[in-house]
Nanobody, 124 residues
Framework: QVQLVESGGGLVQAGGSLTLSCAAS????????MGWFRQAPGKEREFVGA????????FYADSVQGRFTIARDNAQNAMYLRMNSLRLEDTAVYYC?????????????????WGQGTQVTVSS
């Protein structure tokens, strides 16, 4: 089992940057595909990006491609989401999630474990 805790959310101006962290418990973190999702008020949870267990491949939603970067440190049981050029529409609660698979999925239904979320608010 994996427990996930996000941190690093906050208030940032449009055009600014923010880095989210996801700390994982458990000895098998390196066997999980890790994903970031977000949910804005009144909207469904959406895929932001994901990273394979070995960290060699990343995948992003079109809306964040080129602005967001995912990385992980398996030795530290941690994953990160670097967000640059933030836009008002990036405002949401951001969640990290773990999927015990090497197959990267963009569907939230695939992921087995979830953090509690961290709020990111982008202001004008």
């Amino acid at each position: 089992q994996v427990q996930l805790v996000e941190s690093g959310g906050g208030l940032v101006q449009a055009g600014g940057s923010l880095t989210l962290s996801c700390a994982a418990s458990g000895r098998t973190f390196s066997m999980y595909t890790m994903g970031w999702f977000r949910q804005a008020p009144g909207k469904e949870r959406e895929f932001v990006g994901a990273i394979t267990p070995d960290g060699r491949s990343t995948f992003y939603a079109d809306s964040v491609q080129g602005r967001f970067t995912i990385a992980r440190d398996n030795a530290q049981n941690a994953m990160y989401l670097r967000m640059n050029s933030l836009r008002l529409e990036d405002t949401a609660v951001y969640y990290c999630a773990a999927d015990y698979s090497w197959v990267v999925s963009r569907s939230s239904n695939t992921y087995d474990y979830w953090g509690q979320g961290t709020q990111v608010t982008v202001s004008s």
